[in-house]
């Protein structure tokens, strides 16, 4: 990210200064990206469009691009240190506003415009999800559960009419993350004229509602699935489509459990915790060391179930269904069909 400087801001109200970076350019490199349309990322910028003043004797809450500017400063200008107040203005980069206070907005005049009101509920779905993004087991009080689905419809009932693909995406993430699994496939199957990254996406966020997991997800952390039905009994699995795996070092599998008929996916190959080295001439010579491995063999590979090693390579298009032993497995076409999700 690139810096020219800076626009000292003021509030309306208690003239409480604050500091805006004036951006030349950013990237994405080392981002992290989120089912929830979250980015996060060291070169991107993190800026507010409202805040709540940070004076304690103000607390209004405040629109940046309407706010005062007094001063633009260059980022290397080394004078402006004499400024003893520009020098202190609160630096907005830091800025985030917490849960309570994003309530709190949303009872405030600033959000009776409709795109201040998404801007602050796409805020607090995040700061919500930024538990889960924090915490693999976190689980809601029920207190904020009641206003993170509340939110959530909101956001629903807002976006429920927008045609645009990313706009269809984020409402079947919303439909998802209320567990409204059917809504969720719904939207997604009205996706037609997507590119390949939202493909992608849809694909996921589908995955993810076909195994009914309502949890935000990191993208790339999350793999394509495809799902198997037995065309005798009906059974299905749901797995990871390993033909979407496109860079698979690892080298994902399909198991069974030998002892418990349990089918899931496994990786033959893990990263080689050692840190890299590189072998001196006498270790090449006489082979004193072996060449550093970026993967290794997974040493945890068994039944997630029951940690047993007992586990066989599973093919489902070449098995036998695993309840019923007699029909084979066939695949079901996900995107517009009418399979009854349920």
């Known amino acids: 990210m690139r810096i020219l400087g ?13 500091k805006k970076q004036i951006i030349a350019s950013s990237n994405s490199i080392g981002s992290s990206y989120f089912s929830d349309s979250y980015i996060e990322g060291p070169f991107l910028p993190s800026q507010p469009t409202i805040i709540k003043c940070i004076n304690e004797n103000c607390g209004q809450f405040l629109q940046i691009n309407k706010l005062k500017k007094i001063a633009s400063i260059d980022y290397d200008d080394e004078d402006v240190y004499k400024h003893n107040a520009w020098k202190t203005a609160y630096d907005l980069e830091d800025y985030r506003m917490k849960i309570k206070d994003l309530l709190e907005c949303l009872e405030k005049d600033i959000c009776k415009t409709i795109d201040n009101e998404i801007d602050i509920r796409t805020q607090l779905l995040w700061r919500f999800n930024d538990n889960f993004r924090k915490y693999e087991n976190f689980n809601f ?75 935000v997800f990191n993208i790339d952390k999350i793999a394509i699935k495809k799902e198997y039905k037995c065309n005798y009994c009906g059974e299905s699995l749901i797995l990871f489509d390993l033909e979407k795996i496109i860079d698979n070092p690892l080298q994902y599998r399909h198991f069974i459990c030998i002892k418990d008929k349990i089918v899931f996916n496994a990786s033959l190959k893990v990263q080689n915790p050692v840190t890299e080295y590189r072998l001196n001439k006498l270790q090449k010579i006489f082979k004193l060391k072996k ?52």
């Open 6 to 18: 800076f626009d000292i801001l003021t509030c309306p109200v208690c003239s409480q200064l604050y």
């Open 141 to 215: 009080l029920e207190y904020d559960k009641i206003h993170f689905k509340f939110n959530n419809k909101r956001l629903i009932e807002i976006k429920k009419d927008k045609t645009e693909v990313r706009d269809k995406l984020f409402l079947a993430e919303l439909y998802r993350e209320i567990a409204d699994f059917e809504s969720c496939i719904r939207v997604l199957n009205e996706i037609n004229n997507e590119n390949h990254n939202e493909k992608t996406l849809k694909e996921k966020i589908y995955s993810q509602a076909k195994i009914k997991n309502d949890i």
């Open 291 to 342: 060449p550093h491995e970026r993967f290794i063999d997974n040493p945890a590979l068994r039944c997630p179930v029951c940690k047993n090693r007992d586990i066989v390579e599973f093919k489902p298009e070449q098995q036998k269904c695993i309840k019923c032993g007699i029909g084979n497995y066939e695949t079901i076409k996900w995107f517009n069909n009418n399979y009854d999700l349920s």
